[in-house]
């Protein structure tokens, strides 16, 4: 019996310290397990000035320019929003109102994208539903 | 009680109850899958963003909940095995992990064919897709370590201090998307919220859901079968099963 309780204790003291490991690890490296940064981090500045990073956020109604495969459109998080400028394809869920993530760095405040992903919200409903969504919220 | 449960989870007891057990998982999985797909892919309605396209969350979904519970059920008969010694929980442990890899490998897979069309890439290191494979990872890992050793006592006691050691990876996957920007979107599907507004989609959501689960019951019991005759291949009642199967 005593044996037994020893061996409970063991495997509760391995899940505690792993556990325990694992936050500390990942607190220390929580800055780069952001896969993307608001307009807000990178107007606070926290964009690094060096290599490329990630903008991520909505893409601001009537924003969208097209020239050719050149595209320029605004991504806000509704508290700061950046001009983005990108030239290639754009994948199927482009579109305004739609959350956007881009890579690439600032130029002189536009930011300049090599890479644009489309990033979808967790809802999901058919057309119709969607429609009468839309309209009790114009209603508003 | 603690009797009844050593009988049970006597061997020999195992292998001739869990016979007829198969077929309490194998046919109400085979019912749920048929009326799970024809909901899937007839019943339930096109989605206003994606098309036709998020039909396949009717198989990613499942699987990627299933690669966690199915790792949960590891972990835990590995801690049961360690702390009282029941051989019987080793045996579910061992032949759960490759179900297991298979699930989290079809989650992965078709998150990427998910992802190619929808997000414009088959992949990228944030942290829901990062840790998902992490627990790809862990299962080989606990595969590997399991046969590694050539006293299976010693292979199912380290195997099973890993499978524990791995545990804090499933609240990871399932925060990630809560505690980091991630291009992965949020659950659909949680205990306060469903953001699934369409009845139909959310039925055969669910139904794919239980489907994978009876799968699952099948599938282990099956390999579990065997592994207990392999594990007991010396002892009396094996070589009477063996007999009467020639």
């Given at each position: 019996m005593r044996k037994r309780q020893n061996r409970m204790l063991l495997v509760s003291l391995l899940v505690i310290g792993v556990s325990l490991a694992s936050y500390l690890g990942l607190k220390a490296f929580n800055e780069n397990l952001l896969y993307f940064l608001s307009p807000t981090d990178v107007a606070k500045g926290?964009?690094?000035?060096d290599k490329d990073f990630r903008l991520g956020g909505m893409i601001v109604k009537d924003s969208i320019e097209h020239d050719g495969i050149k595209v320029v459109f605004d991504v806000t998080d509704y508290a700061n929003t950046f001009r983005v400028n990108y030239s290639g394809i754009l994948p199927?869920?482009?579109?305004?109102g739609q959350g956007v993530i881009t890579t690439g760095s600032l130029v002189d405040g536009v930011f300049m994208a090599t890479e644009v992903l489309a990033k979808h919200d967790e809802n999901y409903m058919p057309p119709e539903v969607a429609d009468a969504l839309e309209k009790a919220k114009n209603k508003q | 009680m603690w009797k009844w449960i050593q009988t049970f989870a006597s061997p020999k007891n195992f292998y001739q109850i869990s016979q007829k057990i198969i077929l309490w998982f194998l046919i109400p999985f085979i019912v749920l899958i048929l009326i799970g797909l024809y909901w899937g892919l007839i019943v339930a309605p096109t989605d206003y963003q994606q098309g036709e396209s998020y039909r396949i969350m009717f198989i990613h979904v499942p699987a990627a909940w299933m690669s966690m519970f199915v790792y949960l059920v590891l972990a835990i008969s590995g801690g049961i095995g360690l702390i009282w010694r029941i051989k019987l929980a080793y045996v579910i442990a061992k032949v759960s992990a490759p179900i297991g890899a298979a699930f989290t490998f079809l989650a992965l897979i078709t998150g990427a064919v998910w992802g190619?069309?929808?997000?414009?890439?088959?992949?990228?290191?944030?942290a829901r897709l990062t840790s998902e494979l992490i627990l790809l990872f862990l299962y080989l890992a606990y595969i590997s370590l399991n046969n590694a050793f050539d006293n299976p006592k010693t292979a199912s006691k380290a195997s099973s201090v890993l499978a524990i050691m791995g545990l804090v990876n499933l609240p990871i996957i399932h925060y990630s998307v809560k505690w980091w920007n991630t291009l992965h979107q949020s659950a659909s599907v949680s205990v306060n919220k469903?953001?699934?507004?369409d009845v139909d989609m959310l039925i055969a959501l669910l139904l794919m859901g239980m489907a994978f689960k009876f799968l699952y019951g099948a599938l282990m019991l099956m390999r579990a079968r065997d592994e207990v005759l392999v594990i007991e291949q010396n002892s009396s009642w094996v070589k009477r099963v063996i007999m009467e199967h020639r």
């Open positions: 926290r964009a690094p000035k199927d869920l482009f579109k305004e | 190619k069309p929808m997000w414009g890439t088959w992949w990228v290191w944030d469903v953001a699934i507004q």
